[in-house]
């Protein structure tokens, strides 16, 4: 399995942007895909998750209804629309592919990641 994350730029504060993530190889459709972020200086925390057919999502409390996660299991591609970004949301974004769960070491497949800068 390969992912491919990209997306990622430079915007201004209560801007909007959204990442996308490609997979090649294995069965997409049948896996739970999932978006982290690291901060410089930080360890790497769970954003947001969504299941095999999209009918369940997870979010970190404190992007509840900023960020959106959706998938097109036809596209292979799972996106996240980010909205109203602050510059503490500066980070690099790294998709992965696993078991629903918010937990890092559930996921076995990451992309490269892409970076996000929310200048001030």
């Known amino acids: 399995v390969q992912l491919q994350a990209y997306g990622g730029g430079l915007v201004q504060a209560r801007g909007s942007l959204r990442l996308s993530c490609a997979a090649s190889g294995g069965t997409f459709s049948a896996y739970s895909m999932s978006w982290f972020r690291q901060s410089p200086g930080k360890e790497r925390e769970f954003v947001a998750a969504?299941?095999?057919?999209?009918?369940?999502?997870l979010y970190a409390d404190s992007l509840k209804g900023r960020f959106t996660i959706s998938r097109d299991n036809a596209k292979n591609t799972v996106y996240l629309q980010m909205n109203s970004l602050r510059p503490e949301d500066t980070a690099v974004y790294y998709c992965?592919?696993?078991?629903?769960?918010?937990?890092?070491?559930?996921?076995?497949?990451w992309g490269q990641g892409t970076h996000v800068t929310v200048s001030s």
């Open positions: 969504i299941s095999w057919s999209g009918g369940t999502t």
């Open positions: 992965a592919q696993g078991p629903l769960s918010i937990t890092i070491g559930s996921y076995n497949y």
